[in-house]
Structure formats: structure tokens, C-alpha cells
């Protein structure tokens, strides 16, 4: 594909060549794949350029390779843990809101909304161009869902922890970046359900056998898999039930495309590969969260259960501070009490720690009732972490910092946090389903990861 198209991969992240260990289809280093380096201007030659053809066409190479160099170190520093930067673009009185729900529906599905022009985003105009031309050329080709009696259904349902899931199963399908033509295709999904499997009682194991005899029937039925070992496929999968029904299959995890809830190293996610599914509870119980910082009296706020080693030392320390809200019990869900939710209307800061299969859909929550996310675990691939910086919305904390996490919370400036709530609000709309799709949701910015990816295949 075209690497100029590409936007930056998340910092720290290194995509070397990735040889296939069973051919030699291997994804390899793109420009711009490489860093998060922002729209930064590049440096100044300290001479002026010579007017000769020959000279200026010199002069013009070497300013080239100088600015690429810079931009290249530039995007090797690692980004701060906690420091939020206020820029003289980011006034609060200059912020210009993006697109808001109010117009999803004046939209045609798959059209291009109001462009990005927030500093949320790493490249905001390079972004826009090549959002513009995925939503023009990207085509998905969907595989037949086999027997429709068992299991190669869109999941059961859009609501609850697997929502997400459920909601990608029926975009794609109302969606105009399906094809019903392969050769068309810039990537092939794969459509199985491990949660509508999970749901019929069947054993992990049995999961497993499931998933491979499917996928080998469409490695036997068709050609696609075997030109590019599964390269361009991808499959969606939310929660832990995914996971471990494909975790046994090397041959899939590490050669196809997994779009899944747990972006945690620890369950083999590899990121320049792979995509991170936002986890999102919809419906949400309550509005979402905007110009309420007034409201927000209570410094932070956490409940849940203690099934991680942060989560245990988080209560530990914490649970009986009197300015951080933190609870070693999960308040309730239930739509009578809104218990949970309207704590989050009440907070400046919701703490996002890592669970045992980092699949809380916390972030999501924490996002749509407007309360700014601090992130707290080692290792941990943000949503649309290609597309956004998270530095300008959300807290990243390292999980050391835990012992320390008052006084971080309390050494941001008033100013700091409402440009942090306020750049929180505009990317809200990236964190929202909808059926069907409206342009820029939760559905398009997972396309536009897949798209990313297509681009640095090599077949």
C-alpha cells in the first residue's frame, strides 16, 4: 500500500519485520508508522537556497532528509507519564467543539461529517484525508456464515459487556464497506462468534475445535487465506470468552488480525497488528457528560473487585482516603439506583486500572459521563491509539504510581483539568455505537484502524 497514508503508531512502539513463521508474508516498517510524532514544524536551513536548478533541487533533498530525520527523533522520546501540556491553540476560549449526537442524524451512513480539526488527534489533517479515503475505497469482504443454526450469527445481542461485538457484527453487514465481491476486497472478515458459541453451553476446548474446523473449511473452500497465510483476515472478539477459545490457535492469532476488548500484552496482543476494541456498555443509563465541571466536587473514584494485583493494592492504600472515593466493592448497575453512574457525573478523575483480563469497560464509561480517564497499568493498548493522543484527555500512569496517586491527581491545575474535560467531551462521539453507523463512531474509527493495517501487508 501506500505508506504516505499511514498515521503514526502509538509511541515506544517499534514495528520491526514481522516474518511469518509459517511462509514468508511478512508486514514491514511504513513511514509513519513509527511514532507519534504530531504536526511539529521541521527545522530551518541556516543558509538560503542557491537559485541555480541543480542547486535548488540539492538544497531541496537535503532539507527533505533533514526535516525526515528530525521528525524521526522527535517521535523516539517517550511521552511523559502524567503531564498534560496547554498550548497557546488550546485556550479554552479558542476550543472549537467537533461534531456533536445531535447531528448523527443528517448524516448518510458512511459519509463524511464535520472534518477533525481538534489537537486530540496526532495528525489531525492527515487523519481527515485518509478517513475520507477509507470511507471511499475500504472494502470488507464477509465470509457466509456457514450454518445459521449454530453459530456464525451476529452475537446475541448489543447490549451489555459484549455490545461492541455485537454492534461490529451488524455495521459491517449495513455498512457500504462490504463487498460482496472477494476479488474486491482489501480484507476478509471472519465472521465467528465465540460469544454466541460460549452462550450455548460449550467448553473452552470445545470452542477451540469449533473455531478451527471453521476456519479450515475456509481455507479448503476458498483461495484467500492461503495467498497471504491469513493476513488480510481479521476476526472481532470482546470479553475473555474470545480469547481463550483462539489462544490455542497460533496459526490464527498470530497471522490474522484480532480485534479484541483485551489489548494487554499479556494475552499475546501484538500491536501493530492487532486492534483494541473499546468495551462500551450501551445503552448507557444516563446522558453523556459535557459542560458540568462544577459538579465534579470529588477528586477520584474507583469501585470494584480486587482481581489484579493494582486493583488490590489500589484499595489497599486508598479505600479510606477522604477525598478519593474508592471502594473495594462494585457498586450496582442497576438502572433503579444509577448509583454507579452518577459518581461518575460527580468526579473529576475515574481511575481505570488494569483487571485480570483488562477488559473493564470503565474507559468507555468514564469517557461518556465525562470524567477524565487516568489509566493505571504497565501494559495496556489504548482504542485508537493510531488516531488519538490520549495524553490530551486521559491520565497515563505507570502502576508504581499508584502510591502516589493523590498528589499527581491534585498537582493538575484547575486549567488543566477543564482542557483535559473539555477535549475529553469532544472525542465522545468516537466512543459510541450506533446501528446504523454514523460517520466517525465507534464502528468507523475500528474500520479506520483495520484500513491502517491493510496498508503495511506485503503479499
Known amino acids: 500500500g501506500d505508506a504516505a497514508n499511514l498515521c503514526a503508531l502509538p509511541a515506544g512502539i517499534r514495528i520491526g519485520e514481522l516474518r511469518r513463521t509459517t511462509g514468508e508474508i511478512r508486514r514491514e516498517d511504513a513511514p509513519g508508522m513509527a511514532g507519534k510524532a504530531g504536526p511539529a514544524a521541521g527545522?530551518?536551513?541556516?543558509?538560503?537556497?542557491?537559485?541555480?536548478?541543480?542547486?535548488?533541487?540539492?538544497?531541496?533533498?537535503?532539507?527533505?532528509?533533514?526535516?525526515?530525520?528530525?521528525?524521526?527523533?522527535?517521535?523516539?522520546?517517550?511521552?511523559?507519564?502524567?503531564?498534560?501540556?496547554?498550548?497557546?491553540?488550546?485556550?479554552?476560549?479558542?476550543?472549537?467543539?467537533?461534531?456533536?449526537?445531535?447531528?448523527?442524524?443528517?448524516?448518510?451512513?458512511?459519509?463524511?461529517?464535520?472534518?477533525?480539526?481538534?489537537?486530540?488527534?496526532?495528525?489531525?489533517?492527515?487523519?481527515r484525508k485518509n478517513y475520507e479515503e477509507m470511507v471511499r475505497s475500504f472494502k470488507v469482504f464477509v465470509y457466509p456464515d456457514g450454518d445459521p443454526e449454530t453459530y456464525y450469527q451476529t452475537p446475541r445481542k448489543l447490549t451489555g459487556k459484549y455490545a461492541s461485538e455485537g454492534y461490529f457484527f451488524q455495521n459491517i453487514r449495513e455498512s457500504s464497506f462490504r463487498t460482496d465481491d472477494p476479488d474486491k476486497a482489501d480484507l476478509f472478515f471472519i465472521p465467528i462468534s465465540c460469544h454466541k458459541i460460549r452462550g450455548k453451553g460449550i467448553s473452552y476446548e470445545n470452542m477451540t475445535i469449533i473455531v478451527r474446523d471453521y476456519v479450515d473449511s475456509l481455507m479448503a473452500k476458498y483461495p484467500y487465506w492461503n495467498r497471504t497465510l491469513g493476513a488480510d483476515h481479521f476476526f472481532v472478539t470482546c470479553h475473555d470468552v474470545g480469547v481463550r477459545a483462539t489462544e490455542g490457535l497460533h496459526f490464527l492469532v498470530k497471522n490474522a488480525i484480532r480485534v479484541v476488548c483485551s489489548p494487554s500484552y499479556d494475552v499475546g496482543f501484538i500491536p501493530h497488528k492487532d486492534v483494541a476494541l473499546p468495551q462500551v456498555l450501551q445503552p448507557f443509563a444516563l446522558p453523556a457528560g459535557g459542560n458540568d465541571i462544577e459538579n465534579r466536587t470529588i477528586l477520584g473514584f474507583w469501585a470494584g473487585h480486587r482481581n489484579s494485583k493494582i486493583r488490590v493494592i489500589l484499595a489497599r492504600v486508598w479505600e479510606n482516603d477522604t477525598e478519593l472515593a474508592i471502594s473495594n466493592n462494585r457498586i450496582s448497575r442497576a438502572i433503579g439506583e444509577l448509583v454507579y453512574q452518577k459518581q461518575f457525573y460527580r468526579t473529576k478523575f475515574c481511575i481505570c486500572p488494569g483487571g485480570s483480563q483488562v477488559n473493564s469497560a470503565r474507559i468507555a464509561d468514564s469517557i461518556h459521563y465525562g470524567c477524565v480517564p487516568v489509566i493505571?497499568?504497565?501494559?495496556?493498548?489504548?482504542?485508537?491509539?493510531?488516531?488519538?493522543?490520549?495524553?490530551?484527555?486521559?491520565?497515563?500512569?505507570?502502576?508504581?504510581?499508584?502510591?502516589?496517586?493523590?498528589?499527581?491527581?491534585?498537582?493538575?491545575?484547575?486549567?488543566?483539568?477543564?482542557?483535559?474535560?473539555?477535549?475529553?467531551?469532544?472525542?465522545?462521539?468516537?466512543?459510541?455505537?450506533?446501528?446504523?453507523?454514523?460517520?466517525?463512531?465507534?464502528?468507523?474509527?475500528?474500520?479506520?484502524?483495520?484500513?491502517?493495517?491493510?496498508?503495511v501487508i506485503k503479499y
Open 376 to 455: 493505571l497499568s504497565n501494559y495496556y493498548d489504548l482504542p485508537f491509539n493510531d488516531i488519538l493522543d490520549w495524553r490530551k484527555f486521559s491520565l497515563i500512569l505507570k502502576e508504581s504510581d499508584v502510591y502516589n496517586l493523590k498528589s499527581i491527581l491534585k498537582s493538575i491545575s484547575d486549567e488543566e483539568f477543564i482542557m483535559l474535560h473539555r477535549r475529553l467531551v469532544e472525542i465522545q462521539k468516537h466512543f459510541k455505537w450506533h446501528s446504523p453507523p454514523v460517520p466517525y463512531d465507534a464502528f468507523h474509527m475500528v474500520m479506520y484502524d483495520l484500513w491502517l493495517r491493510h496498508h
Open 43 to 127: 527545522p530551518q536551513l541556516p543558509f538560503p537556497l542557491p537559485c541555480s536548478p541543480r542547486r535548488s533541487l540539492l538544497a531541496l533533498a537535503l532539507l527533505t532528509l533533514v526535516t525526515l530525520t528530525f521528525v524521526s527523533l522527535r517521535s523516539l522520546r517517550p511521552p511523559p507519564h502524567y503531564s498534560t501540556v496547554i498550548s497557546s491553540a488550546d485556550d479554552p476560549a479558542k476550543v472549537v467543539p467537533g461534531p456533536t449526537d445531535d447531528d448523527d442524524d443528517d448524516v448518510p451512513t458512511g459519509g463524511v461529517r464535520s472534518p477533525p480539526s481538534s489537537q486530540v488527534y496526532h495528525l489531525p489533517e492527515l487523519f
